[in-house]
């Protein structure tokens, strides 16, 4: 799924992919040291991940899971912070519009789950809080 190779996954940095069987992809949330606390990289690498996987034709089905003892923590508070502490904005109508503009950046890495071809297979496992709970109706 590197630009150029269908149907190699590519590198990640909190992201693990890996060919499980022909026509099989398993994504893994890999921040074991921090219980997969979803940071900013990680809100970046599932977009281009799922639009990877969206259009390598080999794939057919994909499971996500998280590394460790942990689905995942949710949104690593200490990374966000940073982001939503320094919203720009000369007023309340503007900081809020910039901040809604944030947040649709980070719903997008759930939508794009959501918009895959194939099927997503979530492997739940021990905690699973925050960025990770299914909400009624949606993915996250």
Request: aromatic fraction near 6%; charge should be neutral.
């Amino acid at each position: 799924m590197a630009s150029g190779s269908p149907g190699v996954p590519r590198e990640f940095q909190t992201l693990r992919v890996r060919r499980e069987r022909e026509h099989v992809l398993h994504v893994e949330l890999h921040r074991p040291g921090k219980r997969n606390a979803i940071n900013l990289c990680c809100w970046r690498e599932m977009v281009e991940c799922f639009q990877d996987i969206s259009r390598d034709p080999s794939c057919r089905a994909v499971v996500i899971s998280g590394a460790g003892n942990a689905f995942t923590s949710g949104i690593d508070l200490t990374d966000a912070a940073e982001v939503f502490v320094g919203i720009p904005g000369e007023d309340a109508a503007r900081r809020a519009w910039n901040l809604r503009q944030k947040i649709l950046e980070f719903q997008e890495s759930f939508s794009v789950l959501e918009k895959c071809p194939k099927p997503v297979i979530a492997a739940v496992h021990g905690p699973c809080i925050g960025a990770g709970e299914r909400e009624p109706g949606g993915m996250g």
